[in-house]
């Protein structure tokens, strides 16, 4: 994990055994709130291969797998294909796309996906042609300060989003409701929602607190070591109806 991919965070040293250890908390964090988790394999060889959710896009007819933006990773698909099988056909991006499932954002039968420095225009073509037979409409948001969409926001159910405006472009989301993350966190937008539940870090109490008095149930994680990776509370599982994949 100490190799991983970084982008807008200096490296620090990561305590792996600590990281593996708030993985667990994670994983124990999911059962709690109802989901079946399946845990893959460990990839030692691929330092970002915890973070199952840019490798694929998991959709309720169909699953497609990326071809990541950052090349040291594609190998981590050939895993994740192999677990997704069971639950959904597989559809696959093809070169010259990259796309990446951190900039993959649904609201209903709308998707929307960041145009970033990990995902291109012909990844965003390539995964509207993917999803087109089942009717979603596939819209791309401008990613400016972050690496992937759902690092600068995220669907939080109910017609609402919470996002650090100055990360991505706002202008397509004018229909939803948009809950700003607290001035001083600025890496808070991740949140996992899980049923009624938002599950989100520890590290961002101000965002909690907002969230908590507009009525959401909040339940927060330490995942600081993980967080050093620059990893969100989304990228270390696909949630899916039938199954989650971690």
């Not at 995902?119 to 509207?128: D, H, K, P, V």
Request: glycine share 8%.
């Amino acid at each position: 994990m100490n190799q991983c991919e970084l982008a807008y965070l200096p490296r620090q040293a990561i305590d792996a055994g600590k990281a593996a250890g708030q993985h667990r908390r994670y994983e124990s964090c999911l059962r709690e709130l109802g989901a079946r988790v399946i845990s893959l394999a460990p990839e030692p060889e691929l330092p970002d291969a915890v973070f199952v959710e840019d490798p694929a896009v998991v959709m309720d007819e169909v699953a497609v797998l990326t071809r990541m933006g950052a090349e040291s990773r594609r190998q981590e698909a050939d895993s994740l294909a192999r677990a997704l099988a069971p639950f959904r056909p597989l559809r696959w991006l093809r070169a010259p796309a990259t796309l990446e499932g951190g900039d993959v954002m649904r609201a209903g039968r709308t998707v929307f996906v960041g145009a970033s420095s990990r995902t291109n225009a012909e990844g965003i073509r390539q995964l509207a042609e993917a999803l087109s037979p089942f009717a979603y409409d596939v819209q791309a948001v401008e990613v400016r300060g972050c690496m992937h969409l759902k690092t600068g926001c995220t669907y939080l159910g109910e017609g609402t989003l919470l996002a650090n405006r100055e990360w991505i472009d706002t202008a397509g989301l004018e229909t939803f409701r948009i809950l700003d993350v607290a001035p001083e966190e600025p890496w808070a937008a991740n949140v996992l929602t899980i049923g009624d539940t938002l599950v989100m870090p520890d590290a961002f109490p101000g965002t909690a607190g907002l969230l908590e008095r507009e009525g959401w149930k909040v339940r927060t994680l330490d995942v600081s070591e993980l967080m050093k990776a620059e990893a969100g509370m989304t990228c270390m599982s696909i949630l899916f109806e039938g199954g989650v994949s971690v």
